[in-house]
């Protein structure tokens, strides 16, 4: 399983930086492109802040603090117990861990992050595919840990017990 989620990891950063990349040749010239008029468009946009622009000017912040939160990622990882169930959490730290790496690349190569998506019709924050691997990864995490994976201390610590799939 560990090496499916390296390949992982290398593709969703890949695809990642690529998109920004994309952006900064093709879209930065024209500062935004719609899609479904009024409704959803790129636009380029230089972030200094996390995601969905929260925090501008925290550049530092997140280069200090991101190496701390992919390193608890990859622990966590790690001391996952085995079970169908724990695949899927495994799944969504894959995400949160390549969305947080690929925004910290830009973040400590450039000094903004990338942003290109623009949902008009809500005037949501502008984002990009790494913003959308931490938060698909986040929902993802929440919901299987709510829903799927049981209290240890309710079973006894049988680790058998613990998941509802096996």
């Known amino acids: 399983m560990h090496i499916i989620s390296v390949i992982s990891v290398i593709f969703l950063i890949t695809a990642d930086q690529l998109a920004k990349k994309a952006a900064l040749i ?12 009024g409704v959803f468009e790129l636009s380029f946009v230089m972030n200094e802040g996390a995601s969905f622009g929260i925090m ?18 990859v622990i966590y990882y790690l001391r996952l ?7 899927w959490v495994r799944a969504a730290l894959v995400m949160i861990f390549s969305g947080a790496f690929g925004n910290f690349i830009d973040r ?4 903004y992050v990338i942003d290109y998506f623009y949902a ?9 595919i790494a913003d959308v691997f931490i938060v698909t990864g986040a ?18 610590g049988n680790e058998e017990a613990f998941t509802r799939d096996e």
């Open 139 to 156: 929902f993802l995490f929440a919901a299987v840990i709510i829903f799927f994976v049981k209290d240890e201390k309710k079973d006894g």
């Open 108 to 111: 400590v190569r450039q000094g």
């Open 26 to 37: 093709y879209l930065a010239p024209v500062g935004s492109y719609p899609i479904i008029n």
């Open 120 to 128: 008009r019709f809500i005037n949501f924050p502008v984002f990009n």
């Open 81 to 87: 117990p085995r079970g169908r169930v724990y695949n």
């Open 56 to 73: 501008q000017g925290g550049r530092w912040f997140f280069v200090a603090a991101t190496p701390f939160a992919l390193i608890a990622i």
